[in-house]
């Protein structure tokens, strides 16, 4: 008997994929006395964006015969790069916050070929006494931010994080005397009707009421009033 030796190509196909950022076809040649291709020396596996990669299979459609760097090769052979769909669940965690009143976390799927959340995004959630900031990938803030243009490659928990804050209040005495400052901070949400400054004065008239507005057209400010952000707000006189 009289043998020779052989070289056979495997070509790997990646079926609209990439390697890096090639699309080109891999080829790996298997030489004499080998007889696979090699676990070692196959070609990375390649990524197709809104799928993710499963296997070489010597089918397009993936419907062949699945190749790993231990199939036996017995001549050229071309191989295709199969991908599989997904779907991966993002959890928003309300971290202490709610939507709307409820407290229960947010779920969004994120299914091929789609890779982010995109307009799935939920309504920011609130909490008394803090701003919304951010969802992030760790409940203390110290994590990545995530947003509507976030990849998703995997199921992920993602966390409100909530900011504190510090509001001035600035009373005017709108011609009076008795102009004043308050500040209002995290938690709190009001002057508090305790540190509101006294009355301002105006001589020949009598003080009826701090408002938003100089005229007085506003709307009343007092201890429970509401504050969520700097303002200026003005003695009225009667």
Aim: proline fraction near 4%; aromatic fraction near 12%.
């Amino acid at each position: 008997a009289v043998y020779e030796d052989y070289s056979y190509d495997v070509t790997f196909d990646l079926n609209g994929g990439k390697i890096g950022a090639s699309t080109a076809d891999v080829i790996k040649t298997v030489f004499s006395p080998e007889t696979t291709v090699g676990n070692s020396n196959m070609p990375l596996s390649p990524g197709k964006s809104g799928y993710n990669f499963k296997e070489w299979n010597t089918q397009a459609d993936g419907n062949g015969t699945a190749f790993t760097g231990t199939t036996a090769v017995i001549g050229d052979v071309t191989v295709y790069a199969v991908y599989e769909d997904y779907h991966y669940n993002v959890t928003f965690n309300l971290n202490g916050g709610n939507i709307s009143g409820n407290t229960s976390d947010v779920t969004r799927t994120v299914s091929s070929p789609d890779t982010t959340v995109d307009t799935g995004m939920p309504s920011d959630p609130v909490k008394t006494g803090y701003n919304f900031k951010e969802w992030n990938t760790q409940a203390d803030g110290a994590g990545v931010p995530f947003d509507s243009d976030s990849t998703v490659s995997s199921d992920i928990t993602v966390y409100a994080i909530f900011d504190s804050y510090n509001y001035t209040v600035t009373f005017n005495a709108n011609g009076g005397s008795g102009d004043d400052t308050r500040s209002v901070i995290s938690p709190a949400t009001t002057v508090v009707a305790a540190d509101m400054p006294v009355d301002a004065a105006k001589p020949g008239y009598n003080f009826k009421e701090w408002n938003t507005q100089a005229d007085g057209l506003g709307t009343v400010f007092n201890g429970t009033t509401a504050v969520t952000g700097d303002l200026t707000v003005y003695a009225v006189y009667e």
